[in-house]
């Protein structure tokens, strides 16, 4: 999957497609293509949705709101299976997988307790999608999504490959958004973890983009 655009805003024309959207929040647009075809998807599907519900199990608790991804085709309807998120039986079912991601680590860093979401596929090119999520720092969901697409193309595409422990890049990433930014020694301290471990997990939230407050004014 690949990211073409990442705008903020209230986009209040797609409000009434999901009624738990808040009008005082704002959205983060998402704009992605998907890079593969139908079958690669749908071959990939129960095995992405396996390991990504093992990594953030609290994906069990999600709930799909009436009108969320309204779509035709239905050649299976595995839903409720394993999660309450609606299955459809399409490549947007990985998309809206990614949606539920998104809403799930951002919820967790910034420790929100709703948070909601909506999927929307293009007619042309129908390789393409729109995805929004409420957010309050419209920087963190957006970190939340880098995170959330490089997870998803290592699972889909490099599954084999190392891919950085998910709970430890939101154990930090939490511990950093809470406390705001302060020392290694200081974030060692408070995680329990070497120095050299705490570097290492700051230059990856480096490289999604975390949103480090480093001067933030308190009025
Ligand atoms: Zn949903």
């Known amino acids: 999957?690949?990211?073409i655009s990442i705008q903020s805003g209230t986009f209040p024309e797609i409000e009434r497609l999901n009624r738990n959207f808040r009008k005082e929040y704002q959205k983060l647009k998402i704009t992605l293509d998907?890079?593969?075809?139908?079958?690669?998807?749908?071959?990939?599907?129960?095995?992405l949705m396996f390991s990504i519900i093992e990594?953030?199990?609290?994906?069990?608790?999600?709930?799909?709101s009436h009108g969320?991804?309204?779509?035709?085709?239905?050649?299976?309807?595995?839903?409720?299976?394993i999660s309450p998120i609606k299955i459809l039986g399409d490549v947007i079912d990985t998309v809206h997988l990614l949606e539920h991601t998104i809403?799930?680590?951002?919820?967790?860093i910034s420790e929100m307790e709703i948070c909601s979401g909506l999927t929307c596929n293009y007619w042309e090119p129908e390789n393409r999608y729109d995805?929004?999520?409420?957010c309050t720092e419209p920087n963190l969901a957006?970190?939340?999504?880098?995170?959330?697409?490089a997870l998803f193309n290592h699972l889909l595409y490099a599954p084999n490959e190392q891919f950085p422990d998910i709970k430890d890049i939101i154990r930090l990433a939490r511990t950093v958004y809470k406390h705001e930014l302060?020392?290694?020694?200081?974030?060692?301290?408070?995680?329990?973890?070497?120095?050299?471990?705490v570097i290492e997990g700051m230059e990856r939230l480096e490289q999604f983009k975390f949103p480090f407050r480093v001067l933030q004014p308190a009025a």
């Not at 809403?103 to 967790?108: D, F, M, R, V």
């Not at 290694?184 to 070497?194: E, K, Y």
């Open 142 to 149: 957006a970190f939340s999504t880098e995170l959330s697409v």
């Open 1 to 3: 999957m690949k990211i």
């Open 55 to 64: 990594m953030l199990p609290n994906l069990r608790h999600h709930r799909c």
């Open 34 to 47: 998907t890079l593969s075809g139908r079958e690669f998807y749908l071959k990939r599907f129960p095995n």
């Open 182 to 197: 302060r020392s290694i020694r200081q974030i060692s301290t408070l995680l329990n973890w070497s120095e050299e471990k």
């Open 131 to 134: 995805v929004f999520v409420e």
């Open 68 to 81: 969320e991804n309204i779509h035709i085709s239905r050649e299976y309807d595995p839903s409720h299976l």
């Open 103 to 108: 809403l799930e680590l951002q919820c967790q």
